[in-house]
């Protein structure tokens, strides 16, 4: 999975590794949800694979988690107001830098794991604001739910949910955001869908993800390790435009980042995986006139 490969250093418990066959969504999502409780677990017993980043991106030292959360564009400040064991190193990018979050804003984050980019928009959004972190994993729920108690976050909540059926109420949020987690849906237009009722009209998109730069070989995208990574599902610019104009919004921006093919790469090595993924920002708008 993200960030670092155990199972080639011979340890696989942790991630599943055999290619297979398209799965039925439910099991697409069985298979997800089981590699990050593993995750969730491993983190919480400081666990690891013997490497410097455990199998699934977690790290029981903090210092290594912090150098790939900077590496992902945050900042030491960023890491250091967190809780300790929010930050997971799970993510490809820093949605909350291209959110332009203010004061008072109620914020939903789409697959918020341990908190970490929960806890920096409630940061941002101070006292009059809220966030809502949604994940359909119970032990990063019940790890987030913690880790707030910890930083004595009153502004934030945690709710068990799927992301292509939201826990929320229509027209909830004034800013979605995601930190590389709608890859892992077997039904990403839903989950634009979701995402374009949840929020306000003038509401706004601002998430980090991986998109396609080339279609992926047919091996990668039935690899459920590669699925599980953010990798195997990703898709072309093209077709995530397509989802989200049919969804409803409108100042469709996607911006790669070539750059990120550095840490990528790292992610599986040997496989050449960044040849054909790149982290991108993905922002949108639901227009004002929706009612």
């Given at each position: ?6 199972c080639?250093?011979?340890d ?15 099991q ?17 017993a ?54 332009a ?57 945690f ?14 949020a ?7 987690v709608?890859?892992?849906s077997?039904?990403?237009?839903q989950v ?5 009722r ?31 990574g ?11 435009e ?12 996607i ?23 790149v ?11 929706d009612?």
């Amino acid at each position: 999975m993200k960030n670092n490969d155990c199972c080639s250093e011979g340890d696989t418990s942790c991630c599943p590794t055999e290619p297979s066959t398209a799965l039925e969504p439910d099991q697409h999502r069985q298979n997800v949800r089981k590699a990050y409780a593993q995750v969730a677990q491993a983190d919480t017993a400081g666990d690891g694979c013997g490497v410097a980043s455990s199998c699934c991106g977690v790290s029981d030292d903090s210092a290594i988690t912090s150098l790939i959360s900077t590496r992902l564009g945050y900042s030491k400040q960023d890491v250091a107001q967190v809780p300790a064991g929010s930050d997971m190193g799970l993510g490809c990018g820093n949605p909350k830098a291209i959110a332009a979050l203010k004061p008072g804003e109620v914020v939903l984050d789409l697959g918020s794991g341990g908190g970490f980019d929960c806890f920096l928009a409630a940061s941002e959004v101070g006292d009059q604001g809220s966030v809502i972190g949604v994940d359909m994993t119970p032990d990063m729920v019940s790890k987030a739910r913690g880790n707030a108690i910890k930083g004595e976050f009153s502004n934030v909540e945690f709710r068990l949910g799927e992301i292509e059926h939201l826990p929320v109420a229509d027209a909830t949020a004034d800013v979605i955001i995601s930190n590389c987690v709608i890859n892992l849906s077997p039904d990403k237009p839903q989950v634009f869908r979701e995402a374009f009722r949840a929020l306000k009209p003038g509401g706004r998109l601002a998430i980090s993800d991986v998109v396609a730069t080339a279609q992926l070989p047919e091996q990668m995208r039935r690899d459920q390790r590669l699925i599980a990574g953010c990798i195997g599902n990703a898709s072309l610019i093209e077709e995530l435009e397509d989802y989200m104009r049919s969804a409803g919004f409108s100042d469709i921006r996607i911006e790669p980042k070539e750059d990120s093919r550095e840490f990528i790469k790292d992610w599986v090595p040997g496989k050449s995986i960044q040849d054909y993924v790149v982290s991108a920002s993905i922002e949108a708008i639901k227009p004002e006139s929706d009612t």
